[in-house]
């Protein structure tokens, strides 16, 4: 079965910096697209950052010049670097794979969540 597993949560003081990772478990060449998106209580899920395949990046209004994302080692593999974090970045992180270099039809694949808690 196809597993998106995010990792690197956790609390962390406003100003300071937080890593997470996500690992997709399918064969590489299936990867179009890579990403996170997150969503606070009370508000709406939104865009934090994709990578396509071709190392093109997007990133959400809000996060452009504190987070940063990458691929390192391994092509099932994406890092989120959070620097100068704010209490307004608290949220659940979600990790994606677009997979639809295989799949036809429902080809993005959602992780379980991590959950990021920026103290004030």
């Known amino acids: 079965q196809i597993k998106v597993v995010e990792s690197g949560g956790g609390l962390v003081q406003a100003g300071g910096s937080l890593r997470l990772s996500c690992v997709v478990s399918?064969?590489?060449?299936?990867?179009?697209?890579m990403g996170w998106h997150r969503q606070a209580p009370g508000k709406e899920r939104e865009l934090v950052a994709v990578?396509?395949?071709?190392?093109?990046?997007n990133y959400g209004d809000s996060v452009k010049g504190r987070f940063t994302i990458s691929r390192d080692g391994a092509d099932n593999t994406i890092y989120l670097q959070m620097n100068t974090v704010k209490p307004e970045d608290t949220a659940v992180y979600y990790c994606?794979?677009?997979?639809?270099?295989?799949?036809?039809?429902?080809?993005?694949?959602w992780g379980q969540g991590t959950q990021v808690t920026v103290s004030p």
């Open positions: 994606f794979a677009d997979l639809a270099r295989c799949m036809s039809r429902e080809s993005d694949y």
């Open positions: 399918v064969d590489t060449l299936c990867i179009s697209a």
């Open positions: 990578l396509a395949r071709g190392g093109t990046t």
